[in-house]
C-alpha cells in the first residue's frame, strides 16, 4: 500500500498564491507519475497536473497553465502544487494521486490512478 497525505490547503483572496504538498510512504514502488486533481462540490472529480519521474514531463489542464506549477522531490517523496493568482473558480478540494496506469492523456481520467490522498480544501474569496 501507498500512504499520500496533502497539506497546504487553506482560505486565500483572489489574486493570492499557496502551495499544496503531497507526501508518499508506504511500500517503495516505482511511481513513474504522480499527480493532482481537484473537485468542487457537486462536480466530478477534475485532472489538474502530472509530472512524470523525470519532472522533464509535465502535463496540466488548460484552465490552470501559467498559473500553476507541480514539481516533486524524488528524495522526499514529495509531490508539489504551486498555485498562483487563485480565482474564486479554483475552489475545491485537491487531492494528490499516484501510480496511474498508462500516460497522457489517459490519466486524465482518475479511474487511471492507483492511489489517492483524503484531499485538501482550497477555498478562493473574491
Known amino acids: 500500500q501507498v500512504q499520500l497525505v496533502e497539506s497546504g490547503g487553506g482560505l486565500v483572496q483572489a489574486g493570492d498564491s499557496l502551495r499544496l504538498s503531497c507526501a508518499a510512504s508506504?511500500?517503495?514502488?516505482?511511481?513513474?507519475?504522480m499527480g493532482w486533481f481537484r473537485q468542487a462540490p457537486g462536480t466530478a472529480r477534475e485532472f489538474v497536473a502530472a509530472?512524470?519521474?523525470?519532472?522533464?514531463?509535465?502535463y496540466y489542464t488548460y484552465s490552470v497553465k501559467g498559473r500553476f506549477t507541480i514539481s516533486r522531490d524524488n528524495a522526499k517523496n514529495t509531490v508539489y502544487l504551486r498555485m498562483n493568482s487563485l480565482q474564486p473558480e479554483d475552489t475545491a478540494v485537491y487531492y494528490c494521486?499516484?501510480?496511474?496506469?498508462?500516460?497522457?492523456?489517459?490519466?486524465?481520467?482518475?479511474?487511471?490512478?492507483?492511489?489517492w490522498g483524503q484531499g485538501t480544501q482550497v477555498t478562493v474569496s473574491s
Open positions: 494521486a499516484a501510480e496511474p496506469q498508462g500516460g497522457m492523456p489517459a490519466v486524465r481520467d482518475p479511474a487511471r490512478w492507483n492511489y
Open positions: 509530472v512524470w519521474w523525470s519532472e522533464i514531463t509535465r
Open positions: 508506504g511500500r517503495t514502488v516505482s511511481r513513474p507519475a
